[in-house]
């Protein structure tokens, strides 16, 4: 095993070498551990089906085996891993029907115990060539725990929030890789930044520390350290951890972290907040009353309602950006249209418009805020807006 490279807050630290011998690094025990194993389908051609080409080339290390070279390797890498789990740690291992049944049986035989299988479907896939087949759109996850009677960590809550508030499914719609994510070089199997976050955010917490024992381009890296988590890669091929530190030193600047950040964290499902300015003596009395207004147009204008209303969840309510409150909404995505005489009898002295959207929350009940972002953006900080609830909540 052959160190290669570390970060000087030694947060992210890759290996040369073969997974098996991983009892010679110099590190306690794990977290968590993402493995993206071979899933044995190189057969070492391209054919050309309806015009276009299709390889069947990945390398070596991804040739066709019989199932005994199979389960001989996925039971080995597996066992040694387990060596350096902790007792209350989880693994996560990707396949498709070629590799993942082998690995089921290999983890039953050792004595993990399995918590799920995830279908990861692919918002985006490429296409499959032969008449012969269903389209294959998806690849699984594998999610298991060391021990069958330990308990393990799972971000229930936030899974919940980041699905619109409901509980997440084991069906997970995420796009293929990005073009972007390929600028600094390519490994054939890569995974998409957005999957490695959701697994990440889903079975660790802030500085743990987590394993991907085929480490490749390191994009659990990538995601690990984005998301403040330490990161230990092996991988036996030097070129593609290369990749990797390349894309790790990328992410030393801090607007292109943030900019990556951004783009993977972007999540269809999760639950807004309608951020909404108000005098003082407005904002009191929204909060007296649990209604929260904002104009619908000018006297001849029209509503707008934007995409992500559906899933308003909350109000923030605030003065120039500052005494702010959050409120979670009596009912999901819904509002009422008044009149502004019927807010007069609330109370209320709107002035700027005959018609008001209207949405009630629960007054009795302010949710502690765990962030505070700006809300000072000059002309936008008097204009109502949504904004995703991570914003006020965090992630972790």
Known sequence: MQKIYSTDEKDFTLYKGDVVDI????????????????????????????????????GEWDRVRDIE?????????????????????????????????????CMQKIGYKILNVIVWQKADPRPTFSDKYFSFTAEFLIWARKEENTGHFFNFELMKRINGGKRMTDIWRIPIISS???????????????????VILSST?????????????????????????????????????????????????PLKAQWILNEISSIPEEEMVLVNHARKETREKMIETGICYIRAGESNGSVLVEEGFERLH?????????????????KRGCFQIWKKETLEKY????????????????????????????LNEKTKTFMARLRPLSEFMGLK
């Open 180 to 198: 972007w994510e390929l600028r600094l070089g390519k490994h054939p199997t890569q995974k998409p930044l957005k999957l490695l976050y959701r």
């Open 69 to 105: 070279e199979v389960d001989s390797f996925n039971y080995a890498w597996l066992s040694r891993c387990r060596e350096y789990l902790k007792d209350d740690g989880t693994i996560w291992v990707c396949g498709t029907f070629h590799n993942v049944f082998s690995v089921a049986s």
């Open 205 to 253: 917490q802030e500085q743990n520390t987590i394993l991907d024992p085929f480490a490749g381009s390191c994009t659990t890296g990538i995601a690990a350290n984005l998301l403040k988590r330490n990161f230990v890669g092996i991988d036996l091929n030097e070129e593609f951890l290369k990749i990797g530190i390349r894309r790790r030193q990328q992410i030393d600047d």
């Open 23 to 58: 009892g010679k690094l110099p590190y306690q025990k794990f977290d968590m551990i993402f493995a993206d194993p071979p899933y044995f389908l190189s057969k070492g051609f391209s054919v050309s089906i309806k015009g276009c080409t299709k390889s069947f080339e990945k």
């Open 314 to 330: 909350y109000v923030l309510l605030h003065t120039n950006g500052k005494e702010r409150s959050l409120y979670r909404l009596k």
């Open 347 to 374: 109370g209320f002295k709107p002035s700027h418009a005959p018609y008001y959207i209207v949405l009630h929350f629960d007054n009795t009940n302010p949710i502690k805020m765990k962030k505070n972002p700006n």
